[in-house]
């Protein structure tokens, strides 16, 4: 047995998710909590990588606590409180539960959702800095109406080489997006995407996409063929990392 | 005239609002922006004190914008971003107006408000890291009817002795009260309060008061006696800094 941990971060101090040696990542920050935790290193494996600066609201991951005796020295309910007082105070493990061995937190997933935030206003707020993108221009200078046109157009099974990450390895592009929507709440529009797999920095070119639909760049109608031509350079920018939130992982 | 900006900063990285020489304070942050914005060293007067760790949401503060040849050199509608270039991200210019010259932010008050902010619950959110007080329990550990009925004692014309700072220098410790109130949504546990004027630590002293009564320690009826007694060892503990907030200053 295992114990499947979900966690929440802010990614702002990171470089990501994924170990990088001994550089400040969030799997770093976890492998030596662990390790204080339980008295010994710790199989620790998380669910998806995630790049520097994006935020996690439900990340899981799987710690494997038997030590060489085959004993576990931290009963469950303990784990989280015992990992937060060993963890920086960006990272927190919400809850902690057994999974079975063949249980893998990547291979696992059957549907990931991420959020992306973006703050309209020319004024920035100081309390949302790094969790947000700031738009830097009011609300009524974007067509929202558009925007959720333009989205619906993601849904279902597409090859979605036009927004992917050139220099990006994966051979295959074909995802099914489940979820597709648009929120405005006051000045923050949400964006919320769920599918059965991301490619590299998917999200955040489907939502600099969305953004240029917004400003009038692209038309909503023309989202298929943007889809269809798998070409990159078709689709929008890239959007910050800092508005970038993966708020759930979904397994059987 | 001089020009009344309204900021609004994360306290977490400033040792408070005042200038302490070179130390990073809000006002230090000010005055190096001012002085990049204008062109030379600016008069950059606060409107209170704030502790380190300290937030606000509507600070209010003079910039005197005329050089030596009695020129303006930045319109007003221009400041705050232009400001808000300057500054580090954790603080914002909000907006810009002419004040007279004899306008002092901080003898011309006539009422402020602060914000208390408790975050109930086992685990912490690290979203709201530095930003909140994690009480590091349940929300039904706490009786928030009694914390309301203790809370209303404030109101009026009362010696806070008992809630300042040991060690204050103040002579006049008489404040009034105008607002007192404690609303809850969700896990977070809100209390806001307005006054004439307040001690030092005052506010952190009475949430501290407000949160023994929470926890039964304290009676929502000795209120009274423990503000008769001007006698800061009868009052709660300091509530920690960082679950604090001065919302609003109020002018004629």
């Given at each position: 047995?295992?114990?499947?941990?979900?966690?929440?971060?802010?990614?702002?101090?990171?470089?990501?998710y994924q170990?990088?040696?001994?550089?400040?990542?969030?799997?770093?920050?976890?492998n030596?909590a662990?390790?204080?935790?339980?008295?010994?290193?710790?199989?620790?494996?998380?669910?998806?990588?995630?790049?520097?600066?994006?935020?996690?609201?439900?990340?899981?991951?799987t710690?494997?606590?038997?030590?060489?005796?085959?004993?576990?020295?931290?009963?469950l309910?303990?784990?989280?409180?015992?990992?937060?007082?060993?963890?920086?105070?960006?990272?927190?493990?919400?809850?902690?539960?057994?999974?079975?061995?063949?249980?893998?937190?990547?291979?696992?997933?059957?549907?990931?959702?991420?959020?992306?935030?973006?703050?309209?206003?020319?004024?920035?707020?100081?309390?949302?800095?790094?969790?947000v993108?700031?738009?830097?221009r009011?609300?009524?200078?974007?067509?929202?109406?558009?925007?959720?046109?333009?989205?619906?157009?993601?849904?279902?099974?597409?090859?979605f080489?036009a927004?992917?990450?050139?220099?990006?390895?994966?051979?295959?592009?074909?995802?099914?997006?489940?979820?597709?929507?648009?929120?405005?709440?006051?000045?923050?529009?949400?964006?919320?995407?769920?599918?059965?797999?991301?490619?590299?920095?998917?999200?955040?070119?489907?939502v600099?996409?969305?953004?240029?639909?917004g400003?009038?760049?692209?038309?909503?109608?023309?989202?298929?063929?943007?889809?269809?031509?798998?070409?990159?350079?078709?689709?929008?920018?890239?959007a910050?990392?800092?508005?970038?939130?993966?708020?759930?992982?979904?397994?059987?």
């Open positions: 047995m295992k114990i499947l941990l979900k966690i929440s971060y802010v990614g702002t101090a990171y470089c990501g170990l990088q040696g001994e550089k400040p990542t969030v799997a770093l920050m976890l030596r662990a390790k204080k935790v339980f008295g010994f290193e710790c199989n620790v494996t998380g669910c998806s990588r995630t790049d520097s600066g994006v935020h996690a609201l439900g990340y899981c991951l710690v494997d606590p038997v030590d060489e005796k085959n004993e576990i020295t931290v009963p309910d303990k784990i989280p409180l015992a990992m937060n007082t060993a963890l920086p105070r960006d990272i927190s493990v919400l809850c902690a539960t057994w999974v079975p061995d063949d249980f893998h937190p990547r291979y696992s997933v059957i549907k990931k959702e991420y959020i992306y935030r973006i703050r309209a206003g020319e004024i920035r707020d100081p309390f949302l800095d790094g969790r993108m700031e738009l830097g009011n609300i009524d200078t974007l067509s929202i109406e558009n925007m959720k046109k333009a989205q619906e157009h993601f849904i279902g099974r597409h090859d080489s927004f992917m990450a050139s220099g990006s390895s994966v051979k295959d592009t074909v995802r099914t997006v489940y979820d597709s929507e648009i929120t405005v709440k006051d000045n923050i529009i949400e964006y919320r995407i769920s599918a059965d797999g991301f490619l590299y920095n998917m999200v955040r070119i489907i600099g996409t969305l953004l240029d639909v400003k009038g760049k692209i038309k909503p109608e023309d989202l298929p063929d943007i889809i269809s031509s798998k070409d990159r350079s078709r689709a929008g920018q890239t910050k990392a800092e508005g970038l939130y993966l708020n759930r992982v979904f397994y059987n």
